[in-house]
């Protein structure tokens, strides 16, 4: 039986608020750019705090594009609920049910509460509608999509230029929490395999949102990041790849 997990612990740094299993110094703009699953949930959980919904729910739909499961439980909450978007329960479910594909526990519950509101008809309607979805934004495609992006921003950045391949080369974060800190990492911790090799990344992600925790709560709002400092700065948009 699925019970519901406290939130995936996140690293804080003043009044900004990290991603869970990655460490402070890790988000830089060039990381975020190379990661928009993760920058565009973070893009969009700023715009939500603000209630800017339409533009929220803009950004959590350009995360979802590469598999992050938090942002498309969003997009089924703002659905459900009717926020910056009519209300629409039918497709509201269909986004969970993508945001549960991966089983995380509390995505799941929440699908499941969401069905037994439905009645019949809208039943059989989200589960058409939500097929059309999962050919956009389920894990057999959106998953290749992030990879060959990662793939490509990491061969870019470790060439023998960066002298990746020998050893000593520190990195100082320019941007991001971190910069003006002094702090440095070494280029292996910085481009480890959790962080920038597909298969090992979706599985620190599973870990984070997916592992069982001790004890049990009750299922309550999906959590929000809090606005970072001003003096963040964001990238600018990545195109597709």
Do not use: C
Request: glycine share 8%; net charge negative.
């Amino acid at each position: 039986m699925l019970t519901a997990q406290p939130p995936p612990e996140r690293a804080v740094v003043g009044n900004y608020i990290g991603e869970p299993g990655i460490p402070p110094e890790m988000l830089t703009s060039g990381f975020l750019s190379a990661h928009p699953d993760i920058r565009w949930r973070r893009e969009a959980s700023y715009s939500y705090n603000r209630k800017e919904y339409e533009l929220a729910l803009d950004q959590f739909t350009r995360a979802a594009r590469y598999a992050d499961k938090p942002s498309q439980a969003m997009i089924a909450e703002m659905y459900w609920k009717g926020l910056g978007v009519p209300q629409d329960r039918e497709l509201g479910y269909a986004w969970m049910d993508l945001a549960a594909e991966r089983m995380y526990p509390n995505f799941v519950i929440k699908r499941e509460r969401y069905w037994q509101m439905l009645d019949a008809a809208q039943q059989r309607n989200a589960i058409e509608r939500g097929q059309q979805l999962l050919a956009e934004y389920g894990d057999d495609v959106a998953k290749p999509r992030l990879a060959k992006l990662m793939q490509r921003a990491r061969r870019e950045t470790t060439g023998s230029h960066l002298g990746y391949a020998g050893g000593g080369l520190k990195i100082t974060p320019m941007t991001g929490p971190l910069a003006g800190t002094g702090v440095t990492m070494s280029a292996e911790e910085y481009y480890a395999d959790e962080f920038w090799d597909p298969q090992h990344y979706f599985t620190a992600q599973d870990a984070e949102w997916g592992s069982p925790k001790h004890g049990q709560v009750d299922v309550g709002e999906l959590e929000n990041v809090a606005p970072a400092q001003k003096a963040t700065p964001h990238p600018e948009p990545t195109p597709d790849p």
